[in-house]
């Protein structure tokens, strides 16, 4: 490739990461189409004069009364599985069969998309699952937190936050999480009932304690705060389109509208569900080169060598060891590590 194609490139994302979508809308056009039976794609318009983005969301409308489901994706761009399932969902859905109405957040943080970034918006970089509740006067990631977090997520009756591991990750099993001590009982009570109704065989029961609103920092905790029974979905990652992945949360999202009787379709129960408590992250102690040694969903011994990190001459620096014993549940796949960053989480299965 040229320099001159590069630079064309270049400018073109930049463009799309500047200015909102033909045709953008606000959240206004989305509380109307909720009034009109039928599907409706509309983009919403979010930002600032200096850093604009577009917020692509379906609005599925049942011809019966019933509950609305907010399913988010896309809050990381890198994250794809939950992408391509909630853009597949929006066409296969038939609002005819629904009572009530869901409402699809296709890619909450286009510039991260559209710049296969990783973690963090380019736009600002901000990594937009830190910044909620968010700011409507901040920067783009705080601008669309708010977004979410004033405007849409008070339409829903339930949230989906939709994630995979994100391009640089390897997360095996899939899993869902709820938070078991965050929120008021019977919002805790009903975001327990969703994360087994979704169907995967692990659950992890988030421990956080949410003081405040405003230390509700993630997409799923914000609605949490809300007192919006929400659950947050892990499955996929490492940079691809994995069919399998993307076929487990469509179907997770189905068995969802089933439980929240939206839909009359019949799952069969899923046996043997891990209920996951602990977790033990491991940090990179500085930047460096990491060399995975395992796959994520082995099962790990404490002490175990996971992995290791060099400085830039290639000489080894740190080795992550497990913790203890469990489930490895996520490592990181590419070299590049910043300080802080996370290498490898195992969890332990009671």
Known sequence: MSDGTVATCVLVVLALMASPALGAADVGAVTEAMQQPGRHHLDIDVGAADQRSSVPVSVLVGDREGPTLLVLAGVHGSEYAPIVAGQRLANTLDPAELAGRVLIVHVANMPAFLGRAIYVNPADGKNLNRVFPGDPHGSLSERIAALLTDQLYPLADAVLDMHSGDGNEDLNPRWVGFYERAGEPS???????????????????????????????????????????????????????????????????????????????????????????????????????????????????????????????????????????????????????RQGETLAIVAQID
């Open 187 to 337: 919002v805790i009570a009903r975001s327990r009932a969703m994360a087994h109704a979704f169907g995967f065989r692990h659950i992890v029961a988030f421990q956080w304690e949410l003081a405040d609103r405003s230390k509700a920092i993630w997409a799923g905790s914000a609605a949490i705060a809300l007192g919006i029974p929400a659950i947050d979905v892990e499955a996929g990652g490492k940079n691809i389109v994995d069919e399998e992945a993307v076929a487990a949360i469509e179907e997770g999202v189905r068995r969802t509208l089933s439980h929240l009787k939206m839909s009359t379709a019949v799952f069969p129960a899923v046996e043997n569900q891990v209920v996951i408590r602990q977790r033990s992250w491991i940090a990179a102690p500085e930047a460096g080169t990491w060399i995975a040694l395992k796959a994520a969903g082995q099962q790990v011994a404490k002490g175990e060598l996971l992995g290791y990190l060099t400085d830039w001459h290639g000489r080894r620096r740190f080795e992550a060891r497990a913790p203890a014993a469990g489930l490895l549940l996520l490592i990181l796949t590419a070299p590049p590590v």
